[in-house]
């Protein structure tokens, strides 16, 4: 049944648990957004639930080429396998602007598949890859009006790798163990290659004439089939469905009549990953069904109960704290509230 799961309520309180620094989140933009399309999500972290906030947008033809681009999940940080990967560049600047921030815990807040297609190379480098990641030095391309980060590497003269900036295993510990949940705003997004045109036409409805004209060169350079698409497809919702990787809280937004997003499929999704949690684990998945809201538009129709919910989530994932004395396998225990 279509009901509606809002994330438990948490021990009650009017703020945030008292935090040392303010939390950081990382919004992944979706395909054709712009920055004055998050103002209004960025003010309400900012200015009502205490957060700094970050933004990256992936480019059009970035996620043309992950949306058809078999991605490499096994030693991620083997630059051997992952250099022609489109999130690459994108995502490993993303990872070093979070480092750099020297926060105490960030959340990631995903919009749509756009955002996902990044989120996920986030996520196979920062989970997955065990050995030192290298980045070579980037020149960063402001766009007018637009927060999109182009990575770019450059070599130094000795073959660059006197001045490579690493990130080591103690960096992505500690990335790690900083990451407190994932929020999925309108994604996944279940997708085939009968439906990818659809959601290419919706999404870029908002796009400006340069990035509408980006994509479809892009488009026609790449040679795209039927099978390529759906294998491709079939992997990354496997990848979503399936993730035992990121075991903190998540939180999925979404909407019963979600034209780029259907409702079906997500839902399922949903109902697959809290059945499949391991007992014990700290991979708490909760759920906000928004009725008759349209894609990426539930804090613009439902601004109270989106905020509602989007607190209640941090509560719960500020309330905890990894353990920074065990392992990898990001456990998290309780703590205790302020």
Request: hydrophobic fraction near 35%; charge should be positive.
């Amino acid at each position: 049944s279509r009901r509606s799961h809002s994330p438990p309520s948490p021990p009650p309180q009017h703020h945030l648990p008292q935090q040392k620094q303010r939390p950081l989140v990382v919004f992944f933009g979706w395909l054709g957004s712009k920055p004055k399309n998050l103002r209004r999500y960025k003010s309400l972290y900012e200015q009502k639930l205490g957060c700094n906030v970050i933004v990256r947008i992936a480019s059009p033809s970035l996620i043309l080429k992950s949306a058809i681009t078999m991605t490499t999940e096994n030693d991620c940080c083997n630059n051997n396998i992952i250099d022609n990967h489109p999130m690459k560049d994108l995502a490993m600047e993303l990872l070093m602007e979070v480092h750099s921030k020297n926060c105490s815990n960030f959340v990631f807040h995903v919009f749509s598949n756009g955002g996902c297609f990044l989120f996920e190379e986030v996520r196979n480098i920062l989970f997955r890859g065990k050995k030192e990641a290298t980045l070579l030095p980037m020149a960063t391309t402001m766009k007018k009006n637009d927060l999109e980060i182009s990575a770019l590497t450059s070599k130094s003269n000795d073959g660059g790798n006197s001045n490579k900036k690493i990130l080591g295993h103690h960096e992505f510990h500690s990335l790690r163990n900083k990451l407190m949940g994932v929020i999925f705003d309108s994604c996944p997004a279940h997708y085939d290659a009968r439906f990818q045109e659809n959601l290419i036409q919706h999404a870029l409805v908002h796009a400006s004439p340069a990035d509408r004209a980006e994509f479809q060169q892009q488009r026609s350079s790449t040679s795209i089939t039927t099978l390529l698409v759906n294998k491709r497809a079939k992997q990354f919702w496997d990848g979503m469905k399936h993730d035992d990787t990121t075991n903190v809280p998540q939180l999925y937004l979404y909407s019963d009549v979600d034209v780029l997003t259907s409702f079906k499929p997500l839902h399922d999704l949903i109902q697959y990953r809290k059945k499949q949690r391991p007992s014990g684990s700290s991979l708490l998945i909760y759920e906000q069904m928004f009725h008759e809201s349209s894609h990426c538009r539930h804090l613009v129709m439902y601004p109270e109960l989106y905020m509602s919910s989007v607190q209640k989530f941090l509560d719960i994932c500020l309330g905890m704290k990894r353990n920074q004395g065990d392992s990898d396998d990001g456990t998290i225990v309780p703590k205790s509230r302020l």
